[in-house]
């Protein structure tokens, strides 16, 4: 049965990343409100945000500091337009994310979201080039299973199928280099000694395409999109290194792993390098609004910077870029971070975490692996521990445990057979205790069920 607001949702709303059909027999669930890491709907029933709805939130619904911030400049100044006109928190983010991010990334160029951050750095290297005389710079190479956004551009340097196989035809040329897949890794490494032999599927098309490529994008540490996929530092070192030696710009996409959830500020910062381009967007809001930057270095900025009549300049604009609510914000997610501690007791929580989602998972024969990165944790769910024979996807089985999940209060969204935690960094050791338990009882749940079914067939 619907609700009156599930229905009206129903008549008029159209979902991201959904079948509308789905909706029918689950409809979407109404969220009244929010407060820390607990949502509310509209029966007053609570779940623990365990995503961050869709990794943008940082410390929590209705945040008191970051609320009063917004609202303070909302009575101040809400908007204005971005050329030829600037304001104080647009200013002051800059400075601030200049100063706090790897090595020479001085320059701040704002956008309204991910998706056009990465239209951003692939035009701006694109531009670059053609301005520096290297005129057959022209293409980008990207990692198998990589995700970057959704728009044409950001679709076309991404590489999972689900969400670009149909656009195919619409796409750039993007060259294609085998990713690190450390769970499956085919050179049997171990994580902790790596040296990350895989970097030579790198190499080789950086070697045979370096004088027609423009830049390599890559997202630092974690495949996020791909489920969560995790790979060392050891990997990054060697791209930069290759990226310096080929004459080809590096892209790190740390929209989804910028702002502490690796363990440090940014992801980039464990491999010590410091990219051509850095975009960021998601947390830097704590996920209040959207907003998004790319950083890049004194150097690119240079090769479009002349007189007027040489048309050097950047032509990119959205009617909202450096929004100042969404800059004061973010000024206040920065302010939390310096004046709280995050990132150090983020330190001792995703310990905690680990650890127990060690203990209650590792056993599980549904689970291959559970594998964790900062304040990002995975299960890998497996037909086969031993041989690591993924389930079928049309057997949606992460979505059916989401269900069950969602029955008890849990919002534990899956990537195809990954489900993960992502907590926002105001979640207790309590209630880690509650969501890796909760999760468990899903998993758990879900096992049951399909083992008594196929009891049932063999008693038949
Ligand atoms: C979410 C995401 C994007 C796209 O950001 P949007 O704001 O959703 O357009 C790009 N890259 C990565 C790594 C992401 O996780």
Same mark, same amino acid.
């Given at each position: 049965?619907?609700?009156d607001?599930?229905? !009206?949702?129903?008549?008029?709303?159209?979902?991201p990343c959904?079948?509308m059909k789905? %909706?029918e027999e689950? @409809?979407?669930?109404?969220?009244?409100?929010?407060?820390g890491?607990y949502?509310?709907d509209?029966?007053?029933? &609570?779940?623990i945000?365990?995503?961050?709805?869709?990794w943008?939130?940082?410390? /929590?619904h209705?945040n008191? !500091?970051i609320?009063?911030?917004?609202?303070r400049?909302s009575t101040?100044?809400?908007?204005?337009?971005f050329?030829?006109?600037?304001?104080?928190?647009?200013v002051l983010?800059?400075?601030?994310?200049?100063?706090?991010t790897?090595?020479n #990334?001085?320059? =701040?160029?704002?956008?309204d979201? /991910?998706?056009?951050a990465? +239209?951003?750095?692939?035009?701006?290297?694109?531009?670059?080039?053609?301005?520096? /005389?290297?005129?057959?710079?022209?293409r980008?190479?990207?990692?198998?299973?990589?995700y970057?956004?959704?728009?044409?551009?950001?679709?076309? =340097?991404?590489g999972v199928s689900?969400?670009?196989? =149909?656009?195919?035809?619409l796409?750039l040329?993007?060259?294609?280099?085998?990713?690190?897949? *450390?769970y !499956?890794c @085919?050179?049997?490494?171990?994580?902790?000694?790596?040296?990350?032999? *895989?970097?030579?599927f790198m190499?080789?098309q950086?070697?045979?395409h370096?004088?027609?490529?423009?830049?390599?994008?890559? +997202?630092? #540490?974690?495949?996020a999109?791909?489920?969560?996929?995790?790979?060392?530092?050891?990997y990054?070192k060697k791209l930069?290194?290759l990226?310096?030696a080929y004459?080809v710009h590096l892209i790190?996409?740390?929209?989804?792993?910028?702002f502490?959830?690796?363990g440090?500020?940014?992801?980039?910062?464990q491999a010590g390098?410091?990219?051509?381009?850095? *975009?960021l967007?998601?947390?830097?809001?704590?996920?209040?609004?959207?907003? &998004?930057?790319?950083?890049?270095n004194? !150097?690119v900025?240079?090769?479009?910077y002349?007189?007027?009549?040489?048309?050097?300049?950047?032509?990119?604009?959205?009617?909202?870029t450096?929004n100042?609510?969404? *800059?004061?914000?973010?000024?206040?997610?920065?302010n939390?971070?310096?004046?709280?501690?995050?990132?150090?007791?983020n330190?001792e929580?995703?310990? %905690?975490?680990k650890t127990l989602?060690?203990?209650?998972?590792?056993?599980?024969p549904?689970?291959?692996? %559970?594998?964790?990165?900062?304040?990002?944790?995975?299960?890998?769910?497996?037909m086969?521990?031993?041989?690591?024979?993924?389930?079928?996807?049309?057997?949606?089985i992460?979505?059916?445990i $989401?269900?069950i999940?969602? +029955?008890k209060?849990?919002?534990?969204?899956?990537?195809?057979?990954?489900? $993960?935690?992502? @907590?926002p960094?105001?979640?207790t050791k309590?209630?880690?205790?509650?969501m890796?338990?909760t999760?468990?009882?899903?998993?758990q749940?879900?096992?049951?069920e399909?083992?008594d079914?196929?009891?049932?067939?063999?008693?038949?």
């Amino acid at each position: 049965m619907k609700t009156d607001m599930q229905q !009206r949702d129903f008549n008029h709303v159209w979902h991201p990343c959904s079948q509308m059909k789905d %909706y029918e027999e689950f @409809p979407p669930i109404v969220i009244k409100k929010g407060k820390g890491i607990y949502l509310y709907d509209e029966n007053g029933k &609570s779940y623990i945000d365990a995503v961050s709805s869709w990794w943008v939130n940082l410390f /929590g619904h209705a945040n008191d !500091r970051i609320s009063t911030a917004l609202s303070r400049q909302s009575t101040m100044l809400e908007h204005v337009i971005f050329a030829n006109f600037t304001h104080e928190p647009a200013v002051l983010l800059a400075e601030k994310l200049a100063s706090i991010t790897p090595g020479n #990334l001085n320059k =701040v160029f704002f956008a309204d979201n /991910g998706s056009a951050a990465i +239209e951003v750095a692939l035009k701006m290297s694109f531009q670059y080039h053609q301005q520096t /005389g290297k005129t057959s710079k022209k293409r980008f190479l990207a990692l198998t299973d990589a995700y970057h956004g959704e728009t044409i551009g950001a679709l076309s =340097v991404g590489g999972v199928s689900l969400y670009n196989e =149909v656009f195919q035809p619409l796409l750039l040329d993007t060259i294609r280099a085998q990713g690190p897949d *450390c769970y !499956r890794c @085919p050179f049997s490494e171990k994580q902790e000694s790596c040296s990350a032999p *895989c970097i030579a599927f790198m190499e080789e098309q950086l070697a045979r395409h370096h004088e027609e490529l423009s830049a390599v994008i890559i +997202e630092p #540490l974690i495949q996020a999109a791909a489920g969560m996929k995790m790979y060392p530092p050891a990997y990054l070192k060697k791209l930069r290194e290759l990226c310096k030696a080929y004459d080809v710009h590096l892209i790190a996409d740390e929209i989804a792993v910028g702002f502490g959830r690796t363990g440090t500020m940014f992801a980039c910062e464990q491999a010590g390098i410091t990219p051509d381009f850095m *975009c960021l967007s998601k947390g830097l809001t704590g996920g209040y609004l959207p907003l &998004s930057v790319v950083l890049t270095n004194d !150097r690119v900025y240079q090769a479009f910077y002349d007189d007027y009549g040489t048309g050097k300049a950047f032509l990119h604009s959205h009617s909202y870029t450096g929004n100042p609510l969404a *800059c004061r914000v973010a000024l206040e997610v920065l302010n939390i971070f310096e004046e709280e501690n995050v990132l150090e007791s983020n330190l001792e929580k995703s310990a %905690y975490m680990k650890t127990l989602a060690e203990q209650v998972f590792s056993q599980h024969p549904l689970v291959g692996e %559970y594998r964790q990165t900062g304040m990002v944790g995975a299960l890998e769910l497996v037909m086969d521990k031993a041989t690591k024979e993924p389930f079928p996807s049309e057997d949606r089985i992460g979505y059916k445990i $989401y269900k069950i999940a969602l +029955e008890k209060g849990l919002l534990l969204r899956p990537l195809g057979n990954v489900l $993960y935690f992502m @907590p926002p960094y105001v979640i207790t050791k309590k209630e880690i205790e509650k969501m890796i338990h909760t999760a468990y009882e899903s998993v758990q749940s879900f096992f049951q069920e399909t083992h008594d079914k196929k009891e049932v067939l063999i008693h038949e």
